[in-house]
């Protein structure tokens, strides 16, 4: 029931961030975040579309502005190499973040990546540059999958 209760809350914190912003949160946008909270991995926009209303009346164009509204807002993240998306732990878009990415079952995992980043950020830096947000996709094999081969 934990689970159901981290929803609520993202869900909460989703509300709240699009009003602190002046942004709608529609009932689509709305829909699509409890979609990527209900995934046990990345989703793309076509997985989505056929869960989110009974008369198919969404449309593909529809969802990707959802999804990136999302992502634009910290509520999700893209991951580029799957060309899928992930709903972020409540404040964990403003992290840097590191995405490890099973290449047999496409389960995702995401940490917080802060303290390998030190490097990376001081390196920036010298170069006058200010990270804010970084993210890096590892693949490879789960635990899983690895005792299953």
């Known amino acids: 029931m934990a689970h159901a209760h981290n929803h609520t809350a993202q869900i909460a914190e989703a509300e709240k961030r699009c009003a602190d912003a002046g942004e709608s949160f529609t ?8 979609l990527l909270l209900e995934q046990h991995g990345p989703a793309k926009a076509y997985d989505l ?12 164009p529809t969802v990707y502005r ?12 893209r991951i580029e190499s799957l ?7 409540v404040g964990a878009c403003e992290r ?10 496409g389960g ?7 303290h390998a980043l030190i490097d990376l950020a001081d390196a920036a ?5 200010s990270i804010r947000r970084t993210m890096i996709e590892a693949s490879g094999l789960c635990a899983q999958c690895q005792q299953a081969a």
Do not use: Q, W, Y
């Open 83 to 89: 060309n899928a998306f992930m709903a972020c732990e």
């Open 49 to 60: 579309l056929p869960l989110i209303d009974a008369d198919k009346s969404a449309k593909p």
């Open 125 to 129: 830096k010298k170069d006058g540059f």
């Open 108 to 114: 995702a995992e995401e940490f917080d990546a802060g």
């Open 96 to 105: 840097s973040t590191i995405f490890l990415i099973c290449e047999k079952c």
């Open 27 to 34: 009932p689509l946008r709305r829909r699509v975040l409890e």
């Open 66 to 77: 959802a999804l990136d509204f999302l992502v634009r807002m910290g509520l999700a993240h």
